[in-house]
């Protein structure tokens, strides 16, 4: 019932009074530390800002890139005339063949072995979050050990589904590389059976991967130890630009009897990175056991968000199931990652050129979409509050915002803050 106040319509004010408002204890909490930065991006009004926060990728003229395949399987989808009924509970189920067997391999005998299990997921972060409630139900109490440092989402995915988590050696800031033996160490002194959570590719701060010879090793020991190994795979094709050598470790370790989870996402190598579309993958011993874990995972997922949504797995499943639009992906996978390479190049090129004494050279030695550049967190916001160059606090830079038009801007930057510190 609405009464008039002199011109104005009000609802009339509810009797009753609270001392204390419902959600007078929720306390405001702070942005996060990735995404946070382009909120402080957004707000910027400089024309020379940049924003190297997030991984996503930006074509030489700074812009979102879609992908050209991405185009054509949009256009067949929409002359396919396709419907919007629900997915299974499981997803698309072209796509989950399609992306585990672009991971695994055509070749890989766990697959032909009908011992895989696949999900679509809601990308790569809702694929890990499948993942971790599924540890947390069928492992409970084992502790995920996850990279120092790491993706930071993944300590709060596992901490949120009730997953026990702790990390293990990965980087050595002496000389900006892999402290093999730390990681190699803390593995071993895991207790038998934890799980562990490795980046595939292209790892996440800090563009440092092992070698093979590592791989191997790190394959050898989990054995040993009998640790549940699980896979992040997030950057398939970023890395090298062939999706097949990016999937190297992954396929060593199930080709070496590795009953692995993996978890993948599109978003970066097929550039969909709103449409949300991952899958997440368990190898069980018998394809009865796949069955089981399958089962298992739909009672999972159906009161998470009941049935993933379809735009995204069509779109890769089109692209995938085509011979013309897969090699067109190829090499525009190849095209991102090789733009991703020469601007290392020329960063370093530019900070040498403006004076820079530093060595630089694990800018051009690390891989994949990020660079660990050993900035302070100083220095990081200095770089915001003078250049209007947005990162994340811990030094990493997303080389795939820089473009030919910023990165001499950047390095006269990076080179200003570093050589005025003390
Ligand atoms: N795993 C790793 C190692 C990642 O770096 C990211 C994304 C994901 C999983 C999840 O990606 P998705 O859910 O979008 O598929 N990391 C980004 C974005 C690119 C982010 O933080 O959300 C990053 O800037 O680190």
Redesign the pocket.
């Known amino acids: 019932m609405f009464f008039r106040s002199s011109s104005k319509l009000v609802a009339p004010v509810l009797r009753r009074t609270y001392s204390t408002s419902r959600w007078s204890k929720v306390v405001k909490g702070p942005e996060d530390p990735?995404?946070g930065v382009s909120v402080a991006f957004n707000k910027d009004t400089s024309p020379s800002k940049i924003n190297l926060g997030?991984?996503?990728y930006r074509d030489d003229n700074g812009k979102p890139y879609v992908l050209e395949c991405v185009k054509k399987a949009d256009k067949k989808i929409y002359e396919a005339g396709v419907d919007h009924e629900y997915a299974p509970i499981v997803g698309v189920s072209s796509f989950n063949n399609a992306a585990v067997q672009l991971a695994l391999g055509e070749d890989c005998k766990a697959l032909k072995e009908k011992r895989v299990v696949t999900v679509q997921a809601i990308?790569?972060?809702?694929a890990?979050r499948v993942a971790a409630a599924f540890i947390a139900r069928f492992l409970p109490g084992v502790t995920a050990y996850v990279p120092n440092p790491t993706?930071g989402?993944h300590n709060v995915i596992f901490a949120d589904c009730g997953v026990p988590v702790k990390s293990y050696t990965y980087y050595n800031p002496q000389n900006c590389g892999l402290n093999f033996d730390g990681m190699f160490k803390d593995i071993q002194s895991a207790p038998n059976g934890s799980v562990i959570l490795l980046?595939a590719c292209a790892h996440?701060p800090t563009g440092v991967d092992p070698s093979m010879e590592q791989w191997k090793k790190i394959s050898q020991l989990c054995k040993e130890k009998n640790h549940f190994v699980l896979f992040?795979f997030?950057y398939q094709g970023f890395a090298s630009g062939s999706p097949e050598q990016d999937a190297e470790p992954v396929r060593y370790f199930v080709n070496e009897g590795h009953e692995i989870a993996l978890c993948q996402?599109f978003?970066?190598n097929f550039g969909l990175?709103g449409e949300r579309i991952?899958a997440f993958s368990l190898i069980g011993s018998t394809p009865d056991e796949a069955i089981n874990i399958e089962s298992q995972l739909k009672i999972l997922i159906r009161p998470m968000y009941s049935n993933p949504p379809v735009y995204g797995a069509r779109l890769v499943s089109t692209i995938l199931s085509n011979k013309d639009l897969t090699a067109e992906w190829r090499s525009e996978v190849k095209l991102m990652a090789d733009r991703i390479i020469n601007m290392r190049e020329q960063l370093v090129k530019y900070l040498k050129q403006h004076g820079s004494t530093r060595d630089w050279s694990h800018i051009t030695n690390q891989i994949g979409m990020f660079c660990y550049t050993g900035l302070t967190g100083e220095q990081v916001d200095r770089l915001a509050s003078e250049f209007h160059i947005y990162l994340t606090r811990n030094g990493r830079i997303?080389i795939a915002g820089i473009t030919p038009r910023n990165v001499e801007y950047l390095a006269k930057a990076m080179h200003k803050v570093t050589s005025e510190s003390k």
């Not at 990308?123 to 809702?126: A, E, I, P, R, V």
């Open positions: 990735i995404l997030v991984g996503a990308s790569g972060t809702g890990l993706w989402n980046h996440n992040d997030a996402s978003a970066k990175y991952g997303s």
